[in-house]
């Protein structure tokens, strides 16, 4: 308010800057006269009232200095400020009198005057901490009164920083002399309380809570253990210390002790409870007291086991008949036969029938006797006679129908005997027990029925069933799945799994251990794979094992099938300019990847998670028709760093998995081709004319829009007869379907090369193009059309290629016989000279030491000699098998490749071979150079990629055959390609291939194991 009339005199005094002049004073009229004096009179008070409220702030500010001042001085802590050289530039009297020096003295004294030599290096560490960090630092000195006693001060320093001035340092410490000495006292009566704690006969623990940041117990962590308590725990406090019930007694938590300590902490009340013990196979029964202490609480225990185990079991034999009859799953009664009632009963049994009390007329018996099915009735008027002639302990049975409440029969036994009789000896009362067998009798019906159908599915299904003894021999074998296996059910009953699979009787072994095992069990069968899906686990009543198999062979095979396709679509979009995106209905990603995201910076899966729409909103209408469950096709273009790029797009939806599924290729280069072909539209027909390709284009209409001169002579046909008219009535009536088709392909943006031109016959050949063309809206708008001659081009090919090949052909089978004669003179001399000599050695040297004249301590040294021998025959005689392998001239390339993986398979290192075709002779030297190349890549895997396992796959295509091999190794290092790995003859492999007409690819990552395939012609 008063700023608001200050604002509206200061309007009024700018309008009366101007002075009044005498001659306007003489025209202002009276009331004029007195409005202004009335206006200055105001004016003048509100310059008094403003003069007031200033002295009174001043004086406000004054008081407010006096009393900071007055805190400041009587603060309980000393407040000292220093200069950047340690002086004292200002201290209150608190520090006055802890120092015990006159304030006035204490200015620009050095305040490590007064810091004892011992705390000196903690005060000068203190000054370089706050020096160097504008945070609060603490620590502790003793300080030097002048003229007094030492004291204990803990110190709190900062740095006080003005802009453009030097930095000083607050200092604010406190008196802790009487403290330390309080802490002293402290551990004194510490060390007292321990040895009375230490004393005492019973157990005492002290524990502290343990809270979370809302300030919840969450835990108790032990303060306390006297000796008592740690010759119970078997334990000491030491090992107890800093450590929680939860961690080192986990039943308090489940057994509600861990409830009884929250509610003592919590509300403060003393709990006296009963606790049961268990350690080993000794049983503790303790009386335990919980108190309160602080934010803990005081755990005392007296053992009183003997008293207990006395007590229990007397309450044991007063309740045992009891509880033996309330036990009973069946129902346990007493009738007496001259009241015709039950006189007791352990459990409602017309309860279990569902019955309740209002259904009982009068007594339950009554209702009882209505409820037996009509066929059973007889048993009830019959009772009198059946029972007369029993003997004592003699149990007749009988089973009855008895109806239950929700109309529904159940299946009771009774077994019933005398209990008590008269004088005469008749039966009085009755003793007896009823089983309700509804249950098992539905059991037993549903036993049977899956016994049935378990019996379907062995005999219908290539599934096998397999049980064995606890020494592994073959008890069980049904199912139609040893068909597959070669094998007739029951065949191998009384015999072991060792000679149908080795593996898997080992197997069996561990299971009949305890073990479960799930495996995949590879059997050949007339040459032929078989896959089982084994699973075993042992019967826990009999201890015997069960095996259930199922044939998974073509499941296999359909899965190499789809390894091979995702190999291939995984190759496509990783070497080619193309993009793979799935999507969800909402537009989020969530497969992105393909090369074709390189050149807008994107990784692969780089978007996965975010939604296509973030990075494409145009793109919203298109995926809506996807999801739909439309196709589309359409060019879209991308910003990115100042550039656009261009892509070709694909979509379709999945059904099943409610997927959108968009495939894009990079068409920038083209479009920028388009692009600039129609800046220079110009230039371009000028060059048309003139182009020794024949070229035309047309429109969207298949109407032809341009004819180059070498077109007219390619189709014999001019410039005027086609311009304007259809592209497909310029070719016969049989291929003009044909030509449209290709034509309407290439306007849906596709780039076809063909190398025929339908109805032409001159007998040279041409390569002809078809690429789409789009106007200034990117749209297609037409196609061209580029005829190429490559007649003579094709015939130097040819012939050069035919040269070529006869050339490194030669070359090569002379390399081969030479190197295959090399091989064939050193196994030869290995085997007769060389194994020959070293057997002969052997021979002698073990006439030797059957001569008896050998000395005892020679004869060690002479049996490992003989053992080297051994291992060098054996030796020479696989380098010779090796050089020259036998099983490849006699049996031919499958059969040596199989052998191959067998030998070089171990415990630690698995070949699986593959190979498809070559089931006839073929041209040996060709075989020689398969064998040779699938060697030279398993010899590598084997010394340098430490795998586990390597898959060769030997492949006769007709006009090429491929050779894969496999590993799960190591992988070669990233720079494999940069640099040259000697020792892994990568580059003599790269030569024979070469020299074969052949290429060789060769796929590795760091632990992602390694993948050579060598495509040759044949």
């Known amino acids: 308010m008063q700023a608001h009339q200050n604002s509206k005199l200061r309007e009024r005094a700018e309008k009366l800057q101007r002075l009044v002049t005498v001659e306007e004073a003489e025209k202002m009229t009276p009331e004029e006269v007195r409005a202004v004096i009335k206006e200055l009179q105001t004016y003048q008070i509100e310059l008094e009232m403003q003069n007031h409220q200033l002295e009174q702030t001043a004086a406000e500010l004054e008081q407010a200095r006096n009393k900071y001042q007055e805190l400041y001085d009587t603060a309980p802590f000393g407040y000292i400020t220093l200069n950047e050289n340690g002086l004292i530039e200002e201290a209150n009297r608190t520090a006055a009198q802890l120092l015990n020096h006159p304030l006035g003295l204490l200015h620009a004294t050095r305040f490590s005057f007064f ?22 630092h603490r620590t502790e000195l003793e300080l030097y009164p002048t003229k007094s006693e030492a004291i204990c001060a803990q110190v709190e320093a900062i740095r006080l920083q003005e802009e453009g001035q030097p930095p000083l340092y607050r200092l604010v410490f406190l008196d802790v002399t009487e403290r330390k000495k309080a802490d002293k006292a402290l551990k004194k009566s510490e060390q007292l309380l321990q040895g009375i704690i230490n004393s005492a006969i019973n157990g005492i623990q002290v524990f502290k809570a343990v809270r979370n940041a809302l300030g919840q117990i969450e835990d108790f962590e032990w303060v306390l253990l006297n000796r008592a308590a740690e010759e119970f725990m078997h334990t000491t406090f030491a090992q107890l210390r800093h450590t929680t019930l939860s961690q080192e007694v986990p039943e308090e938590i489940t057994s509600g002790r861990f409830a009884r300590y929250l509610q003592v902490v919590e509300t403060g009340q003393t709990q006296t409870f009963p606790s049961h013990y268990r350690k080993g196979n000794q049983e503790y029964w303790l009386n335990m007291v919980a108190v309160k202490l602080d934010d803990g609480f005081v755990l005392t225990f007296e053992d009183i086991t003997e008293r207990h185990l006395a007590y229990e079991q007397l309450k044991e034999s007063q309740h045992m008949i009891k509880t033996m009859a309330e036990a009973m799953p069946d ?37 009882l006797d209505t409820l037996y099915h009509p066929e059973d009735a007889y048993l009830l008027l019959t009772r009198p006679q059946r029972f007369a002639d029993v003997q004592d302990g003699e149990v007749l049975e009988s089973d009855v129908r008895i109806k239950a409440k929700d109309g529904g029969w159940r299946h009771i036994q009774f077994r019933e005997t005398v209990f008590k009789r008269d004088t005469n000896g008749q039966p009085t009362q009755l003793v007896g027990v009823a089983m309700d067998l509804t249950d098992k009798k539905r059991q037993d019906l549903e036993l049977q029925q899956l016994h049935e159908t378990v019996t379907a599915i062995l005999d219908n299904l290539p599934v096998t069933l397999w049980r064995f003894a606890k020494d592994g021999q073959v008890l069980e074998s049904r199912g139609s799945g040893l068909k597959a296996l070669g094998l007739k059910e029951n065949q191998l009953i009384g015999q072991t799994f060792a000679a149908v699979h080795k593996e898997l009787d ?4 561990d299971t009949l251990q ?36 199922l044939d998974v062979t073509e499941q296999k095979r359909v899965e190499a099938e789809v390894q091979w396709r995702n190999f291939i679509l995984d190759q496509l979009i990783q070497k080619l300019p ?22 807008l910076g994107i990784a692969d899966n780089e978007l996965v998670g975010h939604n296509l729409f973030e990075f494409f909103p145009q793109l919203e209408s298109s995926l809506e028709e996807i999801l739909t469950g439309e196709a589309v096709n359409f060019i879209e273009r991308k910003e990115f760093n100042g550039l656009y790029a261009y892509y070709q797009n694909f979509g379709l939806f999945d059904p099943q998995r409610e997927y959108g599924i968009a495939f894009a290729i990079d068409v920038t280069d083209l479009i920028e081709t388009q692009e600039h072909l129609l800046n220079q539209k110009e230039f371009s027909e000028n060059l048309l004319e003139n182009s020794i390709d024949g070229i ?88 061209l059309v580029i005829v190429h001659d490559i007649t003579q081009q094709r015939q130097r090919q040819a012939e050069e290629t035919s040269f070529k090949l006869s050339q490194q052909k030669g070359i090569m089978d002379a390399v081969l016989t030479t190197q295959n004669e090399e091989r064939k003179r050193i196994a030869e001399a290995l085997h007769n000279s060389l194994a020959q000599l070293l057997y002969a050695t052997k021979l002698n040297l073990e006439d030797i030491q059957l001569e008896g004249n050998v000395q005892k301590e020679a004869l060690l040294p002479l049996q490992k000699v003989s053992r080297f021998l051994e291992e060098a025959i054996k030796e020479t ?12 001239q006699d049996f031919g390339l499958k059969s040596a490749l199989k052998d191959l993986a067998t030998r ?52 006769d295509k007709g006009p090429t055959i491929r050779i894969r091999v496999v590993d799960d190794g190591k992988g070669m290092p990233a720079e494999w390609q940069t640099k040259n790995l000697k020792g892994m003859g990568i580059a003599t492999l790269r030569d024979r291939v070469k020299l074969l007409q052949g290429t060789i690819k060769i796929d590795s990552a760091p632990g992602e194991g390694t993948t050579v395939t060598i495509d040759l012609p044949h």
């Open 514 to 549: 305890g073990n479960k095992i799930s495996t995949l069990a590879e059997f050949e069968i007339d040459e032929e794979k078989v896959f089982k899906q084994v699973y075993l686990f042992q019967d826990s009543l009999s201890g015997e094992a069960i095996g259930f198999c």
């Open 696 to 783: 035309m284009a047309f429109d969207q209409n298949l109407c032809v829009t341009s004819w180059n001169k070498a077109m007219e002579q390619v189709l014999q046909v001019s410039k005027n007869q086609v311009l304007g008219k259809p592209l497909p009535l310029l070719f016969a009536q049989k291929h003009q379907a044909y030509v449209q088709q290709q034509a309407e392909r290439v306007l849906r943006g596709e780039h076809l090369t063909t190398y025929e031109i339908p109805g032409l016959e001159t007998g040279r050949m041409f390569e002809v193009n078809l690429v789409p063309f789009t106007n200034a809206a990117k749209e297609v708008a037409g196609a």
């Open 904 to 955: 070089l398979s171990t415990g630690s290192f698995t070949v699986q071979c593959v190979v498809t075709g070559f089931d006839q002779p073929v041209d040996h030297t060709l075989e020689t150079h398969l064998f040779r190349f699938v060697q030279e890549l398993l010899n590598n895997v084997m010394k340098h990629a430490e795998a586990t396992s390597a898959l060769v796959q030997v492949v």
């Open 331 to 367: 129902f346990l009664y007493i009738e007496d036969l001259a009241q015709g009632r039950n006189i007791y009963n352990n459990r409602n049994f017309l309860a279990f029938l569902g019955y309740s009390a209002q259904d009982i007329v009068g007594h339950p018996r009554e209702l």
């Open 506 to 509: 080992s197997q069996i072994k």
């Open 578 to 599: 193309l993009i793979l995106g799935i999507l969800n209905k909402d537009g989020t990603y969530l497969e992105l990847r393909g090369k074709g995201l390189r050149r």
């Open 877 to 888: 005689r696989t380098l010779a098998h090796e050089l020259i392998p036998r099983v490849l």
């Open 115 to 136: 810091v004892q030599p011992n705390s000196i290096a903690n005060f000068y560490s203190l000054l370089r901490k706050i020096q160097s960090s504008p945070a609060s």
